[in-house]
């Protein structure tokens, strides 16, 4: 919830107050303000809620780029570790191949 679902929220009461004393006191203008602030009440709070729908679909965004980006890098680290590994066989493979040679 964000101040616009609040603000809205208060408005709806404060025109539904207004409407109700305004028709209980035969006063049409006051009872008329109140709709009108029950509507843009109405207005705020739906425009609080696209607010927070927005937020979310955005934080949802940024939680699955940082898991893609959390994959790429463990993907990146391993591949290294991989590579790493290969080589350091290699050299050994060549360094027992050396001793043989030169112990023959």
Do not use: P
Not at 20 to 42: C, F, I, P, S, Y
Not at 46 to 61: F, I, R, T, Y
Not at 85 to 93: A, F, L, R
């Amino acid at each position: 919830m964000n101040k616009d679902n609040l603000s809205g929220k208060m408005d709806q009461v404060t025109g539904k107050l207004k409407e109700k004393v305004g028709e209980a006191t035969g006063n049409q203008r006051l009872a008329n303000q109140g709709v009108a602030d029950q509507v843009k009440g109405a207005a705020k709070e739906a425009w609080g809620n696209v607010k927070d729908a927005a937020n979310e679909a955005a934080e949802l965004h940024r939680r699955e780029n940082e898991a893609r980006a959390t994959n790429a890098r463990q993907t990146i680290t391993e591949k290294v570790q991989t590579v790493k590994d290969d080589v350091n066989d290699k050299i050994e493979e060549h360094r027992e191949k050396e001793r043989l040679k030169h112990s023959a």
